[in-house]
Every structure is written in C-alpha cells, then in structure tokens.
C-alpha cells in the first residue's frame, strides 16, 4: 500500500519561504517513515491562500510570465530548487508528481485576452464576487474557474503543462486537477457555440441527459489532448486526475455526471489513476462515503487524496482533522486496501500547513512496507 505527502512550493505557506532545506529534510522523513511518492502542487490561489498567489517555477514561456508568484523561491531562475529535490528524492527511492490545476491566476488575461471562464445561466461567475470584495481579491476570483470550451483557455493549460514538465523532464508525472464543469455552467459563449455545434441544439433546448453526455465527452476528449501532450515529453509520464467527491447529499454520481466526469468517458482516458477526495465532509460517515465513491469510479485505480489540515484556508470551510481522525481514516484505508485491489493507497494533504500531532499521527499510523503505483 502506498502512502505519501501531498504538498506545494507556496500554498498556505504564509510569510515562509520554503526551499531546498524544507524540502530535502521532507524527503529524509519520508523515507525514514516508509513513504513513497511525494505530490507537489507548482502554484497557490491567492482566493484561497492570501499572500501566495501565482505560479512557482521560472516559466519560460512569455505568455506565462504575467502570473508569477513572486514570493516563491522557486519562481526566480537563480534561486530555483525544485529540480534537486527531484534528483535527491530519485536517489531515495521516492517518485515526485507535480500537480496541475486547470484554473487560471491573476494576469492570465495578458497572456490570453480572449480567454473565457465558466459562467452561470445568468451570465456571472461561478465562485461569486461579493461587493465589497478588495480589487486583487476580485481579480483571483474572476480569472479562477476558466473553460475548457474556451481554445485560449485550452491553450493556456496546454502552454502551462508544456512549460513545468519540459523543465522538469525527470519527474514521475503529473496529476491534474479539474476540468470540470458545474450543474450550472458553462454559458460562456465558447461553450454554447461548441454545444450547438456538436448537438444542433443550444441548452435550453437540449435534455438533461444528452448534456450529461455531452460534457462528458467534452471532458475526456480535453484529458485525452492533454495526455498525448504529456506523453509527447516524456512517454513514461504517469497521469493522474483528481475526481470524485463523497457529496453530503448521497447523490455521487448526479454530481460527477454534471461535473461532466462520468465515470466510462473518464476510463477511456487511460489514467494511471485518479484522486477522489476524502476531506471528512460527511463526518461519521465519510469511510462509507468514500467506498461508494470508489465503486463508482470501477474501474479506474484509486489513490485517495486525504485531507488532514486542522487550520482551512480562506473560502475552504470544512471539518477541522486531528490525530484522532487521522489514525481513524489510516485504519480504515488498510483495512479497505484488503478487499479492493484498485485502492492504491493515500496521499496526505496540506503537508506544509498542519500541526506536528497531526504529522506524528500519519507516521505512526504507516508501515514501512510500501509497493509503488502500479
């Protein structure tokens, strides 16, 4: 069974600035603890995380340039460490994934004026912007959710993807985080123009489940382009996807079917794997929760993105973990890993940003003997 951290280079970082010396001393306890495979999300969203907001590798390409973070290390050509990182964690015997985030950062605009972001019925945004909201807070919420019927904002992804794994060629892979869309979107013009396009119909004219289909099959065939993408720089990269979502409402797969991540046109992908989250939204019942998940995700290869933060970040409200539940969620999953062969095993999430009982709970609660993802 696989276990490992899921961190970032900025994300709830605060005033740190983590470098080679946070990260290399990780890599030492994970392999004093057993741990395998480390997950690195390369960039922050200031909506969730003030203070750290923008993309955290030098980018090359001009287009990217605007939404640099500039309070990353790792952002700037001449302090850049994250390539050592994934050299020293090779020698250990760790694989590394970067996660990607299909949204876009403040200043994706200059690089792609035409783009278009997922929009409601009523033609506003799909993350509200309250009136009082602050000019910068604005800006990270408007430019947050952008559509993938929208070819600027394709590009963008294909453009961002290109440049962190060009750069960092020797990495395991990369795990990606959405596309998606809601129960009520997307209205932007690049999507009604595609529907009616592919359909002859435009959405108050087309039925529940034909739309169902038809963002599904948008969704895979945008995962598919990237994946060729990815394999096109490296073809012994590992995809994953983060999906999956143990809905307080029970209902998983009307909410996965509106997502547009229903689970047959997410299979013929070809993912590796795929990241339901485990966030503890359902209290008492989030293991029974998840196993549904997982079933419902048959047969894709599951490894569970596990949430054990005590402090939320802004706009993020959900149930504070501690080492009771962390101990709780471990057995669970080992338990779990028995029955079911397609469950992998459990990343843990927000490593930067959680308190030291909750770190000392995961460590005692893993093996040392660990497999790799298959």
């Not at 200059?110 to 799909?126: C, Q």
């Not at 294909?158 to 990369?174: A, C, H, M, S, T």
């Not at 002859?200 to 038809?214: A, N, P, S």
């Amino acid at each position: 069974m696989i276990f490992g951290w899921t961190t970032c280079l900025t994300y709830q970082a605060g005033d740190r600035r983590l470098g080679y010396d946070y990260f290399s001393a990780l890599l030492d306890e994970m392999k004093t603890h057993g741990m395998s495979h480390l997950i690195v999300m390369m960039a922050s969203h200031g909506y969730f995380s003030p203070g750290n907001h923008g993309l955290a590798w030098p980018a090359k390409n001009p287009k990217l340039k605007p939404q640099l973070d500039e309070n990353a290390l790792n952002a700037h050509e001449e302090m850049e460490f994250f390539s050592r990182i994934i050299e020293k964690a090779h020698k250990m015997g760790i694989k590394v994934f970067v996660e990607i985030k299909y949204l876009g950062m403040i200043g994706v605009r200059e690089g792609y004026p035409e783009i278009e972001f997922l929009t409601t019925h009523d033609g506003s945004y799909t993350h509200k912007v309250p009136p009082n909201t602050s000019v910068y807070e604005r800006n990270a919420i408007e430019t947050l959710h952008i559509c993938c019927d929208s070819e600027p904002a394709h590009q963008y992804m294909r453009d961002k993807i290109q440049d962190v794994l060009e750069r960092y060629v020797n990495l395991d892979g990369i795990v990606l985080e959405h596309p998606s869309y809601t129960q009520d979107s997307c209205y932007c013009r690049s999507s009604r123009r595609r529907l009616l396009q592919d359909t002859g119909r435009d959405r108050h004219e087309i039925d529940k489940e034909e739309l169902i289909e038809w963002k599904s099959i948008r969704i895979r065939d945008r995962l598919i382009d990237l994946k060729n993408l990815i394999r096109s720089i490296n073809p012994k990269f590992e995809y994953g996807f983060y999906t999956g979502v143990p809905s307080t409402d029970g209902n998983i797969v009307g909410y996965q079917d509106n997502r547009g991540h229903r689970t047959e046109t997410l299979a013929e992908v070809g993912f590796d794997f795929v990241m339901p989250y485990c966030e503890g939204r359902n209290r008492g019942q989030e293991t029974e929760m998840i196993e549904k998940v997982i079933e419902h995700l048959a047969p894709l290869q599951v490894y569970l993105h596990t949430t054990i933060r005590r402090d939320m970040p802004r706009h993020y409200k959900l149930p504070p973990k501690g080492p009771e539940y962390i101990r709780n969620v471990i057995k669970w999953g080992r338990e779990y890993a028995k029955e079911n062969d397609r469950f992998l095993g459990m990343t843990f999430f927000n490593e930067v940003k959680i308190p030291e009982e909750n770190r000392q709970a995961v460590y005692d609660s893993i093996s040392a003997k660990n497999s790799s993802l298959r």
